[in-house]
């Protein structure tokens, strides 16, 4: 028998005007897997922690099962896995819960068996999971949790996914107020058709976007973190949205938006002091609504998931990157 102990990052997708095609991993929070082989020839989940019962330990219902057991049949392998899982972030949060569970199911059984796939190769499989997941097989945020750092989702069919270089000194804030919104719910009440002068704005903005990353133009990455399209509608889920992120913005964030489809709100600024700033004031916000947070401070994650030791820390712990709650 072989054992492995594998980390995958939480992801902030659709950064701002990129919805379902930009995404970026973060150094904490994220989900941590166990996994062991076995004489059985079955895939099965003996423990989750860190989710209060809310999940399922059958195999074909959970997202770690299921993109396992879909890797195993596509490689012709009929090896027994036993899986365990440790929830270190919120579900319903818009940071990439089920594809930080699926990410690191893949990249430990994969590494189990000798690492026959590439981390591109094993994209589909984590998508699968997604489909579980919220019924939709989107790569914004398994993209990124598999490969690190910014990565475009150029197109779906056929599947083209572009990592993007961003300045080293690029660092993301991220507030998840203690409420849940279900991905399902997030996406129903988004406009089935929009106005050309909205989504042309926002191909500029995406473009911007891009191009501010790779010339480390800060000034153009600030002009292009505008959302007129998705923002408008989802924020009304969150409460004192625009509060929120005009404290971010008023402290030196170069943009801010919501996370996925939220209730997270990220901000991206240049340094770890600021981040800092930014933090302290969105929390402020949240606090005189009466709303607790968790509070995530990160450089842009450039690894993706990783083996760790089992007796290694949490990266939180050994980075000095914050992971606080109001």
């Not at 596509?74 to 089920?98: A, E, N, T, Y």
């Not at 968790?294 to 450039?302: G, H, L, R, T």
Request: hydrophobic share 45%.
């Amino acid at each position: 028998m072989k054992q492995i102990r594998v980390f995958a990052p939480a992801t902030v997708a659709n950064v701002a005007c990129g919805f379902d095609v930009l995404g970026f991993a973060l150094n904490e929070p994220g989900d941590e897997v166990i996994m062991q082989t076995n004489d059985s020839e079955e895939v099965t989940i003996s423990k989750i922690i860190g989710d209060d019962g809310k999940l399922p330990l059958n195999a074909n219902k959970n997202t770690a099962g299921v993109v396992v057991k879909q890797y195993l049949e596509h490689i012709g392998s009929k090896q027994g896995i036993d899986i365990q899982l440790q929830k270190r972030m919120p579900l319903g949060s818009g940071l990439g819960s089920s594809a930080a569970s699926a990410v690191a199911s893949l990249f430990a059984v994969n590494e189990l068996l000798g690492s026959p796939l590439t981390r591109q190769e094993l994209l589909p499989f984590a998508m699968e999971g997604e489909r579980i997941a919220c019924g939709a097989a989107h790569a914004d945020n398994v993209a990124p949790a598999l490969l690190g750092g910014f990565v475009l989702v150029r197109s779906y069919a056929p599947l083209d996914v572009v990592s993007i270089p961003f300045p080293k000194d690029l660092v993301a804030t991220v507030v998840h107020p203690q409420i849940e919104i279900r991905t399902e719910d997030a996406r129903s009440i988004l406009k089935k058709s929009i106005l050309l002068k909205d989504a042309i704005q926002q191909w500029g903005n995406i473009g911007g976007l891009i191009a501010g990353l790779i010339q480390e133009d800060y000034a153009l990455i600030k002009r292009s973190l505008q959302d007129v399209i998705i923002e408008p509608v989802r924020s009304l889920l969150i409460p004192s949205f625009d509060k929120v992120k005009k404290a971010a913005l008023d402290s030196g964030a170069l943009g801010c938006s919501i996370s996925g489809s939220g209730p997270s709100i990220f901000a991206l600024s240049t340094s770890l002091a600021t981040a800092g700033e930014i933090a302290s004031a969105m929390r402020k916000e949240l606090k005189m609504i009466g709303i607790d947070c968790d509070v995530y401070i990160s450089p842009i994650n450039k690894v993706g998931p990783r083996v760790i030791s089992n007796n290694e820390s949490s990266f939180a712990a050994r980075s000095g990157y914050a992971t606080t709650s109001a």
